[in-house]
């Protein structure tokens, strides 16, 4: 196996050719390990799924691991420096201008061919935000091994898959409202006394204490 | 019965007991424990009831795959909020007399999980906990020692009087409530009857 068929701009251009209209962009890891990814887009990544999974040059049997992201909204600071003209002399003023991006939920693919013995292919789809928004397409009818890994995010990130079999909680009960490994989840306040509180827990002490203090105080 | 006049009868070839030193003998050297384990705390219970440790000494070898055949219940492992309400259950099907031990860190505090949303605090928190173990997980020496400690308490218990267990007695309930499933906790998150959440006295 060669190692540029393996690079992200590789498969792009090959499911490009195989799945007409479909949006991939690479994301590109900056780290020693440089695992590159490809976000593809909710409405063709069934289809780029499967051909991935036919095509004879990649032969994507084997999803090894599916996980979730969460990305809530950021304001991205930006500090500008521009020379101007003031009082007749020139001085560098810095501007900052905020942007707001918005956040949204992802799901990461790991693919892996037992075939031809290569990957691993990185395949992220994203949902539109946050809320309603939460619906990306079920990749189980490819892979039958997402299946509970699908179950795992739609439980634990509220991620929605469109076309799963039986999307149900896996780990946490039905009647649970949250989704705990989002950034934004605040868990029940089951505070207990710790001799020497610190950090996290020290934030967590004080808070819980303000809060008996103001309900009941028992 | 006179301590002298009981060695001195002993001396005669006179062996003689009270109804509750047999009684309690009895029940002591045949604790059946519930068959179920909840993580890793498992295996060192699998462990002790082995060759090796042989819980079978002290007559505590007959792990039951029923609750309606146990008399203890060896809380062995995490406890996660989902298994909670099953745990109660389970302990809820024992016949009296019945007694627990938590067995682990997880299972008497919720142990390096303490801070996870998932995780109960304590099976203490639902049921009445006779032994605690620390350790993560305890040696099988540990759970011997528990065991031997819980055989101590059962050889203690008075059978009449205000002192006598809860089995004994008819006015306090032996079911616990179970846990319902809510939609951030359990609900309740403890049962104020058995558990109450530790104060801190500062004196000012």
Known sequence: MDTDKNA??????????????????????????????????????LLA???LKEDPAYRMDYVSNVTGVDWPETTIKEIVKTKEVVDGVEREIERTTEKKKSGFLEAVYHLYSMELKHGPVILRIRTENRAEGNHLPSLTPVWRGAEFQEREIFDLYGIVFDGHPDLRRILMWEEFKDYPMRKDYVEPDDYEYEPTPHDDVLEKAKKHAEK??????H | MDEGLRSELSKQGIFTTTLEDLYNWGRKNSIWPLGFGLACC???????????????RFGAEVFRPSPRQADLMIVAGTVTKKMAPQVVRLYNQMPEPKYVIAMGACAISGGPFKQGYNVLKGIDRYIPVDIHIPGCPPRPEALLHALMTLQQKIDEQVLTGERRPRHLNADVPGEFPVPEYGEHDLVPTNNP??????A????D
């Not at chain 1, 008996?212 to 105080?217: C, F, I, W």
Request: aromatic share 4%.
């Open chain 1, 212 to 217: 008996v203090l103001t309900t009941d105080g």
């Open chain 1, 49 to 51: 799924a499967k051909f």
């Open chain 2, 42 to 56: 498992a295996i060192e219970m699998i462990a002790t009831s082995m060759a090796r440790y042989d819980l079978a």
């Open chain 1, 8 to 45: 992200p701009e590789q498969i792009k251009s090959r499911v490009e050719v195989g799945v007409p209209g479909v949006r991939l962009e690479v994301v590109v890891n900056g780290s020693p390990c440089a695992q590159h990814s490809l976000v593809v887009d909710r409405e063709h990544a």
């Open chain 2, 193 to 198: 009857d058995v558990w109450q959440p530790p």
């Open chain 2, 200 to 203: 801190l006295v500062r004196e």
